[in-house]
């Protein structure tokens, strides 16, 4: 089965996947599911898909209209993919590809972003301590968006944090939460 582009301008372009146990694809009826959700959130949009993997949802982003990405992750391979997906599609003067773990790019990056993309590996990262770390360190603009998928068991303690769960959907073993500060 190929790895694609949903929708938006490079609707069914084929992506690269990572070869490896340590990174999870996306389903597209997931990807499909959660872009729906936020069509007229990521017109414009500066976004962050942290755990980017081969960057297909960061790419799904620049597809409907993001004005950036920032790909983020740790694995050398995974970083290798990303840029060859980019060059494929010719994108790279919209996004940036960066090899670090989660928590040094946070710390050390001086940017907010309109919409972040979470998406660890399934029951690997305590999320709370994670959404924690993106509100202390102030990288989601105050009318931002995180969207987390996780596995349909995992929970998140939503009181914890500035931001709340607005939106919730299960496609198959995947939970994607839709996430904003509170007013």
Not at 143 to 153: C, E, Q, R, W
Request: proline fraction near 2%.
């Amino acid at each position: 089965m190929t790895m694609r582009v949903i929708s938006g301008k490079y609707r069914s372009r084929k992506l690269e996947r990572v070869d490896s146990n340590k990174t999870r694809e996306t389903k597209d009826r997931v990807k499909e599911s959660l872009f729906n959700a936020i069509h007229f959130d990521v017109v414009d949009a500066t976004v962050l898909d942290l755990f980017a993997g081969s960057g297909a949802l960061g790419i799904e982003a620049l597809s409907r209209e993001a004005k950036h990405c920032d790909f983020i992750d740790q694995s050398n391979q995974a970083v290798t993919v990303i840029q060859r997906n980019i060059k494929a599609l010719d994108i790279a003067s919209k996004c940036q590809v960066f090899q670090s773990n989660y928590e040094a790019f946070l710390k050390e990056c001086h940017k907010r972003y309109d919409i972040i993309l979470l998406d660890p590996p399934y029951k690997t990262y305590d999320l709370d301590q994670l959404i924690d770390m993106i509100e202390t360190e102030k990288r989601l603009e105050p009318y931002g968006l995180i969207v987390v998928l996780m596995h349909k068991s995992e929970v998140l303690n939503r009181h914890k944090h500035g931001i709340i769960d607005y939106k919730t959907k299960i496609k198959g073993i995947t939970k994607i939460v839709f996430l904003k500060w509170s007013d």
